[in-house]
């Protein structure tokens, strides 16, 4: 039948044979898997003769307007090439190879000699995706392996680079053979033959400039002859589940297809409400002068910058105040009255420190008394024990003993009491005499301080050294101690009854747009849900604390809450971008095997984090297309445009 001599009553369709070999090769491609799950090696099913092949003409007498031919372009296209790129597959394909290439460059999965239907197998590393298929393994029978390979990060085929084939017997050593290159693109066809049956060890090591990886195929069986084989494939054999969708893996290399995996998670569903950071109460503070007089800076210093560090209860400034003249005179005469009296404590002083200077003699004099009784009286009792002195000597010598120590005694007592005296009139002049320094004619005695009454930082300096200051009516610093900090949000009235109780929240900032913090998880907690209504907005305040050793939140910045309102433990979670919306229910891909999907419903639950909770359609595990979904959900609306045809 020839297609190109038929006119075609749509002028914006090109002939058949007119679309380009690149759309050929993806309808040709896109044929092999409407009807099966495994492919065939060897089964006249998947065969479709030129006599039964539909026609690649649109319907007759179907007319478009000329604004909706462009819109409809491609999917007839798809349509078109899918069926006339089926039809040219019949003739590709050499007998035992399962994976030969047609004519268009795609590959038709080839006839087999045994008629059975392949093993496929589909696995998964850190790194790669391996989908194989492979004929039911016989002893002494060449045996083709069709091994493609994807890299998990980017969807991209096995460009370059080589496979290692590992075999190994039960209980034997290890056989290897080597393939330089992939036939293509992402395929490698190793060929094994197998001398005896059995069980064996499989792996294959990949090297490519890509990436260098080793996925354990695990066991296969190799069966003593054909019947065998046979027994086997029926006993694995099975329908296929619904709603299959076939795609092959050059289709997804070509769309750059990304797998993502169902995960056990914890997920929070949180609602956004605008907030501001402030500074905590009490950790403000605004330092005004309690009475009129001049801004001077502390005795010690200069006054405090902006940026500054003080401490609580530091002297920040000093207020002097101003005074009339007749209090300055009654300062002079106050001065010097407290002359008069120090020059008088002075003369005190002075004569206990005479009086203590004899004291010291005598005390000196009686020690040199009380020496010289004791040797005296040590003499006599020494010439008493040798007969030598007599009675009333030695009486004398204790008597003069007793004398110097009752002597010396007193002179001890003496000089303590003008030690007592001297630090109880020293005592008495700094309690109640002030220094004449400070009761001068200027009013500097009268300067009052300025203190510091929170630790913190200087973020406000309002005035100069030397101005003028209204009592009480002038801020002259401001404190803020940002070491924690408050964020206020307002929640509407209508959302409280979502918000769990001590609910979780996470914190985002517009001057920092990658950051998330959480708030919780952070150190912080929640400090208050209002009990009042705002009337004007009709909104709660949700205030939460948070700390900022680092600095990074700064008072008065805007922020962005979000504050959970339910929690989903351990729940089923998909990355978000595998959803798909199909007549406003949402469903996902699940891969069956590598190019075979499964259109799922999905029962969504919480979001949280670009993960989305499935409390049904999904399990646990499963892996599901987060890159290319509509590809397939495009190619699952068109089975006819994609399944017939394609050879096995």
Same mark, same amino acid.
């Given at each position: 039948?020839?297609?190109?001599?038929?006119?075609?009553?749509?002028?914006?369709?090109?002939?058949?044979?007119?679309?380009?070999?690149?759309?050929?090769?993806?309808?040709?491609?896109?044929?092999?898997?409407?009807?099966?799950?495994?492919?065939?090696?060897?089964?006249?099913?998947?065969?479709?003769?030129?006599?039964?092949?539909?026609?690649?003409?649109?319907?007759?007498?179907?007319?478009?307007?000329?604004?909706?031919?462009?819109?409809?372009?491609?999917?007839?296209?798809?349509?078109?090439?899918?069926?006339?790129?089926?039809?040219?597959?019949?003739?590709?394909?050499?007998?035992?190879?399962?994976?030969?290439?047609?004519?268009?460059?795609?590959?038709?999965?080839?006839?087999?000699?045994?008629?059975?239907?392949?093993?496929?197998?589909?696995?998964?590393?850190?790194?790669?995706?391996?989908?194989? &298929?492979?004929?039911?393994?016989?002893?002494?029978?060449?045996?083709?392996?069709?091994?493609?390979?994807?890299?998990? @990060?980017?969807?991209?085929?096995?460009?370059?680079?080589?496979?290692?084939?590992?075999?190994?017997?039960?209980?034997?050593?290890?056989?290897?053979?080597?393939?330089?290159?992939?036939?293509?693109?992402?395929?490698?066809?190793?060929?094994?033959?197998?001398?005896?049956?059995?069980?064996?060890?499989?792996?294959?090591?990949?090297?490519?400039?890509?990436?260098?990886?080793?996925?354990?195929?695990?066991?296969?069986?190799?069966?003593?002859?054909?019947?065998?084989?046979?027994?086997?494939?029926?006993?694995?054999?099975?329908?296929?589940?619904?709603?299959?969708?076939?795609?092959?893996?050059?289709?997804?290399?070509?769309?750059?297809?990304?797998?993502?995996?169902?995960?056990?998670?914890?997920?929070?569903?949180?609602?956004?409400?605008?907030?501001?950071?402030?500074?905590?109460?009490?950790?403000?503070?605004?330092?005004?002068?309690?009475?009129?007089?001049?801004?001077?800076?502390?005795?010690?210093?200069?006054?405090?910058?902006?940026?500054?560090?003080?401490?609580?209860?530091?002297?920040?400034?000093?207020?002097?105040?101003?005074?009339?003249?007749?209090?300055?005179?009654?300062?002079?005469?106050?001065?010097?009255?407290?002359?008069?009296?120090?020059?008088?404590?002075?003369?005190?002083?002075?004569?206990?420190?005479?009086?203590?200077?004899?004291?010291?003699?005598?005390?000196?004099?009686?020690?040199?008394?009380? &020496?010289?009784?004791?040797?005296?009286?040590?003499?006599?009792?020494?010439?008493?024990?040798?007969?030598?002195?007599?009675?009333?000597?030695?009486?004398?010598?204790?008597?003069?003993?007793?004398?110097?120590?009752?002597?010396?005694?007193?002179?001890?007592?003496?000089?303590?009491?003008?030690?007592?005296?001297?630090?109880?009139?020293?005592?008495?002049?700094?309690?109640?005499?002030?220094?004449?320094?400070?009761?001068?004619?200027?009013?500097?005695?009268?300067?009052?301080?300025?203190?510091?009454?929170?630790?913190?930082?200087?973020?406000?300096?309002?005035?100069?050294?030397?101005?003028?200051?209204?009592?009480?009516?002038?801020?002259?610093?401001?404190?803020?101690?940002?070491?924690?900090?408050?964020?206020?949000?307002?929640?509407?009235?209508?959302?409280?009854?979502?918000?769990?109780?001590?609910?979780?929240?996470?914190? @985002?900032?517009?001057?920092?747009?990658?950051?998330?913090?959480?708030?919780?998880?952070?150190?912080?907690?929640?400090?208050?849900?209002?009990?009042?209504?705002?009337?004007?907005?009709?909104?709660?305040?949700?205030?939460?604390?948070?700390?900022?050793?680092?600095?990074?939140?700064?008072?008065?910045?805007?922020?962005?809450?979000?504050? &959970?309102?339910?929690?989903?433990?351990?729940?089923?979670?998909?990355?978000?971008?595998?959803?798909?919306?199909?007549?406003?229910?949402?469903?996902?891909?699940?891969?069956?095997?590598?190019?075979?999907?499964?259109?799922?419903?999905?029962?969504?639950?919480?979001?949280?984090?670009?993960?989305?909770?499935?409390?049904?359609?999904?399990?646990?595990?499963?892996?599901?297309?987060?890159?290319?979904?509509?590809?397939?959900?495009?190619? @699952?609306?068109?089975?006819?445009?994609?399944?017939?045809?394609?050879?096995?």
């Amino acid at each position: 039948m020839s297609i190109s001599s038929e006119k075609s009553p749509w002028p914006h369709v090109m002939p058949c044979q007119a679309i380009t070999s690149g759309v050929r090769e993806r309808a040709a491609d896109s044929c092999h898997l409407r009807e099966r799950r495994r492919v065939s090696m060897d089964s006249p099913r998947g065969v479709t003769n030129s006599t039964d092949a539909p026609s690649c003409k649109p319907p007759q007498g179907l007319k478009l307007p000329a604004c909706l031919a462009p819109s409809v372009l491609l999917i007839w296209v798809m349509i078109v090439g899918g069926v006339c790129g089926c039809d040219r597959a019949t003739g590709g394909g050499e007998q035992g190879d399962p994976h030969a290439h047609d004519s268009t460059g795609g590959h038709a999965h080839g006839s087999g000699e045994d008629g059975l239907d392949p093993i496929s197998v589909t696995l998964f590393t850190e790194k790669l995706e391996l989908f194989m &298929e492979y004929p039911h393994l016989v002893r002494g029978v060449p045996a083709r392996f069709l091994a493609h390979f994807s890299v998990l @990060a980017t969807g991209e085929p096995i460009r370059r680079g080589s496979l290692t084939f590992e075999v190994t017997p039960a209980g034997g050593t290890p056989a290897k053979k080597a393939w330089e290159v992939p036939r293509r693109d992402g395929l490698f066809v190793p060929e094994w033959t197998f001398d005896s049956p059995g069980a064996y060890r499989l792996r294959l090591l990949v090297d490519s400039p890509q990436v260098q990886d080793v996925v354990d195929v695990g066991e296969i069986a190799v069966h003593p002859d054909t019947h065998e084989a046979e027994h086997a494939a029926e006993a694995t054999g099975g329908d296929d589940p619904p709603d299959l969708v076939p795609f092959l893996m050059e289709q997804q290399w070509k769309i750059g297809m990304l797998l993502g995996q169902a995960s056990q998670r914890t997920l929070v569903e949180r609602l956004s409400i605008p907030a501001q950071i402030v500074a905590p109460q009490g950790a403000s503070a605004a330092v005004s002068p309690p009475i009129a007089g001049r801004l001077l800076p502390p005795p010690d210093g200069h006054l405090p910058r902006v940026g500054d560090k003080v401490e609580a209860g530091q002297v920040l400034a000093m207020i002097e105040p101003p005074l009339p003249v007749t209090e300055v005179y009654q300062l002079s005469a106050n001065r010097a009255q407290v002359q008069a009296l120090e020059t008088e404590l002075a003369l005190r002083e002075l004569d206990l420190d005479t009086k203590a200077l004899e004291v010291e003699r005598a005390l000196i004099q009686s020690q040199a008394k009380l &020496e010289y009784a004791r040797r005296a009286n040590e003499r006599v009792a020494t010439l008493r024990e040798k007969g030598v002195g007599t009675e009333q000597q030695y009486d004398e010598a204790q008597q003069s003993l007793r004398l110097a120590e009752a002597e010396n005694e007193a002179a001890k007592a003496m000089k303590r009491s003008y030690e007592d005296a001297r630090g109880r009139l020293a005592k008495l002049r700094s309690q109640a005499m002030p220094s004449a320094s400070t009761l001068g004619t200027d009013v500097a005695s009268y300067r009052m301080p300025l203190l510091a009454p929170i630790s913190g930082e200087v973020v406000s300096v309002a005035h100069i050294e030397g101005e003028h200051l209204d009592a009480a009516h002038q801020e002259v610093f401001r404190i803020v101690n940002a070491d924690h900090v408050w964020i206020v949000g307002n929640i509407s009235e209508f959302d409280l009854a979502r918000l769990a109780e001590n609910p979780s929240a996470s914190l @985002a900032l517009p001057s920092y747009p990658d950051r998330r913090m959480d708030v919780l998880g952070s150190g912080g907690r929640l400090v208050n849900i209002g009990r009042v209504v705002e009337p004007q907005t009709r909104t709660v305040s949700v205030i939460y604390e948070l700390p900022n050793k680092d600095g990074l939140l700064r008072v008065g910045m805007f922020a962005e809450v979000h504050v &959970e309102t339910r929690k989903a433990v351990d729940a089923v979670a998909i990355p978000e971008e595998a959803i798909v919306m199909d007549n406003g229910h949402p469903i996902a891909f699940v891969l069956i095997e590598g190019e075979s999907f499964q259109r799922r419903e999905l029962e969504l639950g919480v979001r949280d984090s670009g993960f989305v909770e499935v409390r049904s359609g999904v399990e646990l595990g499963q892996r599901l297309i987060t890159k290319g979904a509509y590809a397939v959900k495009l190619a @699952a609306q068109s089975p006819a445009s994609f399944g017939a045809g394609h050879v096995h």
